[in-house]
């Protein structure tokens, strides 16, 4: 018995022994990340190092099984957690555990024009994401709106650099205090999506540096973001996701980004320039993102076994493996093992009513006239006519798709509202195909039948409420290939016509990421630009029809009257789509994108960048600056009042620009440099004060290769739209 006893005294002791034993430092979170990211390379093999460089599946990469170092999973994507893959197919798994809140397209969180509700929407988004055991979270993109075209603007921030990045910084810091990595993309100058495999763009510094990085390096600098995505297009000459001027000078060096570079799905072509040129992480290698590739050859990817093989001869230093390895395991300590970060939650009563807050926010009253809108509770009868009453706009789009837990149309939102006082009739007036990622489905419509039974209704009724736009079909706001034409597809604007002349009494409902083409402009009385609003987005038209919610929303892009009068389409094909042989592109539009051009160039837009109306009438007085000239560094403090005149709940944006009256370069007629959103009741007035950085006022030196303020006068232009300056006020840099 004695032996018996003293023998299991020794066990225990030799266990206790044994799980005190020392926590690997990598394993111990109780260390600083630098520390556990030494301590994992130091014990890792120059296989597993490699191994962590590329995808394992279609959205995995592996982390160190030996070492208990959790391998990497991502997913689309900056609307939304898209459904369940399979592990090497671009089929849906079809798990029945995975329908998610599809919150609103990123133009109109950018519409909303307010950066707490870019923080609402990280943060839920992030909780989804996590929820869903994903560490990467592939969004927001920040792409600038240079063309009405091109085919992903819905996925971005609009046209304008300051306004992206005050939205693109709150949201990533959203996601990232969930403990899930945002992945800002795609960097860079991947604005439009013809060939944009290899379409070579070549732009000025400054137009670079002035216009389309400044989103990133506020991802970047202010947001902390964890990870950053390759574009797929090359940028003089070289792929962005192995671009040594981008991703080692600017992005590492310059920015000093301390997190992993994923190429974009397919945006990786060879050895040499992954190893050296920035890439950490390469992901769908053989794949345009979209579609199939060669299966199970993750060993065989550029920086897999030929980067062992250029490792192992010596060619390359082990330094390079370990920068990208030590980059991947900041990440997987960031995330996965983080035990300290929050569980999340998906598909919430809270996060669809963050996501009708948003879609409520981001709508924009383009046009009233007649006080057409809010719906008078007395209309008796309502036409609703237009496919995207009842069109599914959360499927569709590329890679931004999502399998939704339920998605309120604008029929069923109009009628939930109405219902109750007014008769709805619905027909669909016009009809697009089913939708296909990379091809455009005819119409299986007579749409001269459908015209004809739409205008016999809306002939009938009080009020038609139209619901046109795009649908994120192929060329239709979807990703892969740019829209073919500006106007409004399936003969919309001849439906509204027709529909005009038996019933002027029209509520144009436009659901799109882009501008369109209004022909019929005039005789249309109230326009809606209602965007992609997600989960909740009939809720949402129908919260603004009504007046339940007076909206509040401004145009993140401006609407050119005509094609023509675009930047992008003002130097023939090398500016945009590119040379059709060589593809190689050139941005001769430079500095002068959206309303920097129409403003420069006078030429008036259809509607203006910053645009949007309210139910209520709003009063500014009181501007001031905090002095009348500054030193360089000082800050510059704008004050307005704003009073609502009006008798409804409301909210304005007061927009700051600013122009140089004499510079020695070419400078846009003004430019955005604040913007702050004021709630007001009616009859209340606020006192708003904007901060402005002298620093801000500055321009990109080509000569120099630096950043410039020249003393003397600058003007700054304050209201509430770039096409409404209320005052100009002066100011003097010493
Ligand atoms: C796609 C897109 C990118 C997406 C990735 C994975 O091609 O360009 O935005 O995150 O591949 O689907």
């Known amino acids: 018995m004695k032996k018996k006893f003293l023998f299991v005294c020794l066990v225990a002791a030799v266990s206790v022994a044994g799980f005190s034993q020392k926590v690997p430092t990598y394993l111990d979170d109780s260390k600083p990340i630098e520390q556990r990211v030494a301590a994992a390379l130091a014990a890792m093999t120059l296989e597993e190092k490699v191994a962590l460089c590329h995808a394992q599946s279609k959205f995995s990469s592996k982390g160190v099984p030996r070492l208990g170092i959790p391998e990497l999973w991502m997913s689309d994507g900056p609307h939304g957690v898209r459904a369940e893959l399979l592990y090497d197919e671009w089929s849906q798994a079809n798990w029945n555990n995975d329908s998610c809140t599809a919150f609103p397209a990123l133009t109109c969180l950018a519409a909303s024009f307010n950066p707490d509700l870019a923080h609402l929407y990280g943060t839920a988004i992030g909780e989804e994401a996590r929820y869903r055991n994903k560490s990467v979270l592939l969004g927001p993109g920040v792409n600038m709106y240079r063309t009405p075209l091109n085919g992903r603007n819905f996925e971005y921030m609009g046209e304008d650099p300051f306004l992206a990045s005050r939205i693109a910084v709150p949201y990533i810091k959203g996601v990232q205090s969930i403990g899930v990595a945002a992945c800002v993309k795609h960097f860079a100058l991947n604005n439009q999506e013809n060939w944009r495999m290899n379409v070579d763009v070549n732009l000025s510094d400054r137009a670079l540096r002035e216009i389309y990085l400044p989103a990133f390096k506020a991802a970047i600098t202010e947001g902390k973001a964890w990870s950053l995505m390759g574009a797929y297009n090359k940028f003089r000459g070289q792929h962005c996701c192995h671009n040594d001027l981008l991703l080692n000078q600017i992005l590492k060096k310059e920015w000093k980004f301390d997190g992993v570079v994923i190429s974009d799905w397919g945006g990786t072509h060879n050895t040499q320039e992954a190893a050296l040129n920035g890439l950490d992480l390469e992901m769908g290698t053989n794949t345009n993102g979209m579609t199939a590739s060669i299966a199970n050859s993750y060993n065989s990817y550029y920086l897999a076994n030929p980067f062992l093989q250029e490792l192992r001869s010596g060619k390359m230093d082990v330094s390079i493996v370990n920068d990208k390895a030590s980059r991947i395991l900041r990440l ?50 309502i036409a609703v006519i237009g496919e995207n009453a009842t069109r599914s706009m959360t499927v569709g789009g590329g890679s931004s798709e999502l399998k939704v837990k339920y998605e309120v149309s604008p029929l069923e939102g109009i009628k939930s509202r109405f219902g109750k006082t007014a008769t709805i009739d619905y027909s669909l007036g016009y009809g697009s195909g089913k939708y296909q990622y990379d091809k455009v489905a005819p119409s299986p419509y007579d749409a001269l039948k459908l015209r004809t039974e739409a205008v016999a209704k809306a002939a009938k009724a009080e009020l038609v409420v139209f619901v046109g736009g795009l649908n994120k079909n192929s060329e239709q706001d979807c990703e892969g290939r740019d829209r073919v034409s500006y106007g409004l597809p399936f003969e919309q604007d001849l439906l509204l016509t027709e529909i005009l002349k038996v019933n002027p009494h029209v509520v144009l409902v436009l659901i799109s990421g882009n501008a369109v083409e209004m022909p019929w402009i005039k005789e249309v009385p109230a326009i809606v630009q209602a965007w992609y609003g997600g989960t909740e987005s009939g809720n949402a038209i129908a919260d603004i029809l009504s007046g339940d919610i007076n909206p509040s929303g401004k145009l993140p892009f401006t609407f050119p009257v005509k094609l023509e009068d675009n930047s992008a389409a003002a130097f023939g094909e090398i500016a945009y789509p590119g040379d059709a042989k060589t593809h190689k592109q050139e941005y001769k539009d430079d500095i002068l994108i959206g309303y920097r051009w129409h403003d420069t160039k006078a030429i008036k837009p259809l509607f203006a960048f910053g645009h949007g109306l309210s139910y209520s009438s709003f009063q500014l007085s009181g501007f001031a600056t905090s002095k009348p000239s500054y030193q360089a560094g000082d800050s510059i403090v704008v004050s307005v009042q704003v009073k609502n005149t009006g008798k409804y709940d ?35 007035a606020k006192k708003v004060t904007i901060k402005i950085r002298t620093k801000d006022l500055a321009f990109f030196s080509e000569s120099a290769k630096d950043w410039k303020l020249e003393s003397g006068e600058f003007v700054l232009h304050i209201g509430t739209s770039s096409d409404n300056i209320v005052k100009s006020i002066p100011i003097n840099i010493n």
């Open 332 to 381: 997987i300590f960031r995330t996965i093992m983080d035990r300290k970060r929050p569980f999340g939650s998906l598909a919430t009563p809270e996060h669809a009513a963050v996501a009708r807050k948003i879609a409520q926010e981001g709508i924009v009253l383009l046009k009233n006239d007649q006080q057409t809108l809010p719906i008078s509770p007395s209309v008796k009868s």
């Open 650 to 684: 409301g909210a304005q944006v007061v927009q700051v620009y600013a122009s140089q009256t004499k510079s020695s370069v070419m400078r846009p007629k003004k430019e955005l440099k604040a913007f702050q959103k004021v709630f007001l009741k009616p009859n209340e």
